[in-house]
């Protein structure tokens, strides 16, 4: 194999795992927020769905900027992305409401601890939505 092939070859293969690594930074810089404005709102008023929605409506942000810019470099212009973007963030909304509802009533789950746990289950699922459908190049 030529000097040059087995570069790319290299390259190839490492581009994705770096793309994964900046995905992994913005996520826990992402939930390190979305966690703690969770967890200030749901002390306040006891609200499950609220204290859901208002913190992740916080990190959307955070999450949106971070992955286009950052993780996934990508040049598209944000009507393009950013619908994209916020369904996923509703679905995973709707998605994480009700696994922590299955974790507190079936399992008697701490609401805080279903809440990592709901969140961790869908992180892989969300990783790969953004990069084959909002952010593909």
């Keep these: ?71 996934f470099k990508n040049n598209k212009q944000a009507y393009e992305t950013l619908p994209l973007f916020v369904t996923l963030c509703i679905l995973q909304l709707l998605a994480t409401y009700g696994l922590i509802l299955l974790l507190d009533h079936y399992l008697s789950t701490n609401i805080y601890i279903a809440r990592l746990i709901s969140d961790g289950a869908l992180f892989i699922l969300s990783f790969i939505v953004q990069k084959k459908f909002i952010f593909k190049s």
């Design 1 to 71: 194999m030529k000097f040059s092939k087995k570069i790319n070859l290299q390259l190839a293969l490492i581009n994705p795992l770096i793309v994964f690594a900046k995905f992994s930074l913005v996520s826990l810089i992402t939930s390190i927020t979305d966690y703690l404005c969770f967890i200030a709102i749901y002390y306040a008023c006891s609200n499950l769905l609220l204290s859901l929605i208002v913190a992740r409506i916080i990190a959307i942000g955070i999450n949106y900027l971070g992955n286009k810019f950052f993780s």
